[in-house]
């Protein structure tokens, strides 16, 4: 006599469940990886490198993540994007810029005061006059901060949800499948002010997408006692991170091409 279908199914949730549990322990995770990223054509650099500061790269926009909780908490994109426009600005070859320290400036000066204090408070043995062996020199004071000829000012200015929206269904003889795809943008805004007259050399925009995919399937099967429904789905998202920094890499590399055909990025 053939067995009920619905018991060869639960049969079936027995077996696995008992496999699972002889699991003691789980698979070692995959180490993290590096996305590439390609090389961008320039001119050729200037004379001399360009000494540039960064203060602060902000999400100005207020857009949060949506969860479908009561509270958003989230935000869409990284409130401080200062990260990536380091990251952007290291990234290019060599001769093109020279980025100096800005955004946490009040602790470098706090260390520094630390420092030239140590220097100024050498032990001296009393009569002698002279610093005791193994100390520094008294007078001996640190090297002068480089001062920023260029700040650069990065904010992400917009945010734009569901620009794009797609979604699909089909089902025949119980088994169907859906679909849904949605693309939002976000555009970057850097520029280029000169710190002995304050005047904005240049500015670059730009926008990104953010594509995000969601794949469902589902079947239904009708006996003569019983009915059974199985779903099975998943989604996909663009990594808001890889899409911010390849939009601060290349506002900045079209600022300076700009600049340097300009000729106000001489260096």
């Known amino acids: 006599m053939a067995s009920h279908p619905l018991s060869r199914f639960a049969a079936c949730l027995a077996l696995a469940a008992t496999l699972g549990g002889c699991v003691l322990a789980p698979a070692p995770a995959d180490q993290p990886q ?11 650099p200037p004379k001399r490198a360009l000494t540039v500061g960064i203060y602060s790269c902000a999400d100005t926009t207020g857009q949060r993540r949506p969860s479908g909780q009561p509270q958003e908490l989230s935000t869409a994109l990284p409130m401080d994007c200062t990260p990536y426009m380091v990251d952007a600005v290291r990234s290019l070859a060599p001769g093109y810029l020279s980025l100096v320290e800005r955004q946490h400036v009040d602790e470098l000066l706090r260390e520094r005061q630390i420092a030239t204090l140590a220097l100024a408070s050498v032990a001296t043995p009393p ?7 193994g100390q520094p020199p008294p007078g001996r004071r640190l090297a002068t901060l480089r001062v920023a000829e260029v700040l650069l000012i990065g904010q992400v200015v917009a945010y734009d949800r569901e620009t794009t929206q797609a979604g ?27 710190v002995q007259t304050g005047d904005v050399l240049g500015q670059t925009t730009v926008t990104k997408s953010i594509t995000s995919l969601k794949l469902g399937t589902h079947t239904s099967q009708i006996w003569p006692t019983t009915v059974m429904e199985a779903e099975l789905g998943g989604a996909a ?31």
């Open 168 to 194: 699909a269904g089909f089902a025949l003889g119980g088994v169907g499948a859906t679909g849904n795809y949605v693309t939002d943008i976000f555009t970057f805004s850097i520029r280029a002010v000169a």
């Open 127 to 133: 009569g002698t006059g002279q610093p005791a062996q």
């Open 34 to 44: 590096t996305a590439a990223v390609e090389a961008i054509a320039l001119p050729p």
């Open 237 to 267: 998202n663009e990594p808001v991170g890889l899409a911010l920094g390849l939009s601060v890499r290349s506002a900045l590399t079209t600022l300076v091409q700009r600049g340097i055909k300009d000729g106000w990025w001489h260096g």
